[in-house]
């Protein structure tokens, strides 16, 4: 690469805004930090990617994160917070592998068993981890399943099974933009709740001790993938299929941990910087004010755009996080949208095309995006619609 061409990246680098689903952007603090310690971790002379999971050092990062998202999220001593590999797509197979327990019921396509989970499908992240429980398992739609996924019917009109042995929801679909705003209440009785937070994670207060498990990819509020984050009830450990591959087995990652295998130290290291920056920022009060304030300026942009600008989702269940639109009415301009998307990058804006089964356009506003990029977003949006409307 010739000098001018590194000049180049590095100009663009510093003036994109990254309005990225995740993997995505990352808090100018923690980059510089993480620049900083990638020659020398803690003055030990070597990189932190060259550490021993083994070491001291590794286990006072491994204890300092764990205690820092304890403290950050009110997490209570009865739940374990795990580290572990696989995503999110790892977890949709963890989850029936050691929850599900044998209750005896009797379905066509298993037979006599078997094993029951209550799941929420509320946007593809939701559907696809009752498409993989299915393979394990009888599973209980609670509810319809919405056509267009814009909304969650509500809550108190879920019918949970007797033998289910859990109850799954995605607190925040990201493709979707639809977010629960609280951890749910279902109708009583119901089985222990398990909620993929991988989107809305570290963005606002949330209530874990409601959960019987959370877990989130880390690679969208809290660093970068290959760490996954589980926060599972103790009282649920120990029921594991005995079939479960070790490194998804919970009471195994627990007894060792976290370090049964070798963990992923940078993504680990990655997150301890996040979450030492999101205290320093005020923590998750400071998060949910932010993240408030920066959805709502988006919102604004649409609803007062007398059309020009369209969001499907009801607002009770509008994502602060993922805000997916459409250009030119509520099926979108496809012209519209490109030109939007090519004038969007040209004012280094990137990251904004919708997902592919999607369409249109989608901001992602995670907690490093700033409310100056936020703006920079809203003004362009103004601007377009007087330019095209
Ligand atoms: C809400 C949600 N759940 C699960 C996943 C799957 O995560 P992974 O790609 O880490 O397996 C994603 C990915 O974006 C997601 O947004």
């Not at 977890?91 to 044998?102: G, R």
């Not at 019921?105 to 696809?128: F, I, P, Q």
């Not at 009752?130 to 809550?155: D, L, R, S, W």
């Not at 030109?339 to 990058?345: K, P, Q, R, S, V």
Request: proline share 6%.
């Amino acid at each position: 690469m010739s000098a001018c061409e590194a000049a180049k990246i590095t100009r663009s680098s510093q003036s994109v805004s990254l309005f990225n689903a995740g993997p995505a952007k990352l808090p100018r603090p923690v980059l510089l930090k993480l620049q900083k310690e990638l020659l020398d971790y803690n003055g030990l002379g070597y990189s932190i990617m060259e550490l021993s999971h083994r070491s001291a050092a590794y286990a006072r990062l491994n204890a300092d994160t764990e205690q820092m998202l304890r403290e950050s999220m009110s997490i209570p001593c009865s739940h374990a917070i795990l580290f572990m590999h696989g995503g999110g797509t790892g977890q949709f197979s963890a989850i029936p592998l050691n929850f599900m327990e044998t209750k005896g019921r009797t379905t066509a396509e298993h037979g006599v068993e078997t094993r029951t989970a209550d799941y929420v499908v509320t946007g593809l992240w939701s559907s696809k981890a009752a498409q993989e429980a299915k393979k394990f398992g009888h599973i209980n739609m609670v509810c319809p399943v919405p056509e267009k996924f814009t909304y969650v019917p509500e809550p108190a009109t879920w019918a949970p099974s007797i033998d289910a042995s859990y109850l799954y929801y995605c607190a925040n679909e990201t493709i979707h933009g639809v977010e629960f705003p609280e951890v749910p209440t279902p109708p009583t009785p119901h089985a222990p709740l398990v909620a993929d937070i991988s989107s809305n994670f570290l963005s606002r207060p949330m209530d874990v001790s409601k959960l019987g498990l959370a877990f989130a990819g880390a690679q969208k509020n809290a660093g970068c993938a290959g760490l996954t984050i589980v926060i599972v009830q103790r009282e649920l450990l120990g029921r594991c299929d005995p079939r479960c591959p070790v490194v998804l087995d919970y009471g195994i990652v627990e007894k060792h941990s976290s370090v049964y295998n070798t963990p992923p130290v940078w993504s680990l290291f990655v997150f301890n910087q996040v979450l030492k920056w999101i205290q320093e920022t005020g923590g998750l009060p400071a998060m949910e004010a932010m993240n408030k304030a920066k959805s709502k300026r988006i919102f604004d942009a649409i609803d007062q755009s007398g059309g020009f600008y369209s969001s499907a989702v009801e607002d009770k269940w509008r994502s602060r996080m993922n805000i997916p639109f459409r250009v030119g009415g509520p099926n979108g301009s496809q012209e519209l949208e490109t030109a939007f998307l090519t004038g969007a990058e040209a004012r280094g804006m990137v990251g904004l095309k919708g997902h592919r089964s999607m369409g249109g356009i989608r901001a992602s506003l995670y907690n490093a995006v700033t409310e100056d990029e936020v703006f920079l977003l809203s003004s362009y949006m103004e601007e377009f619609m007087s330019a095209n409307r």
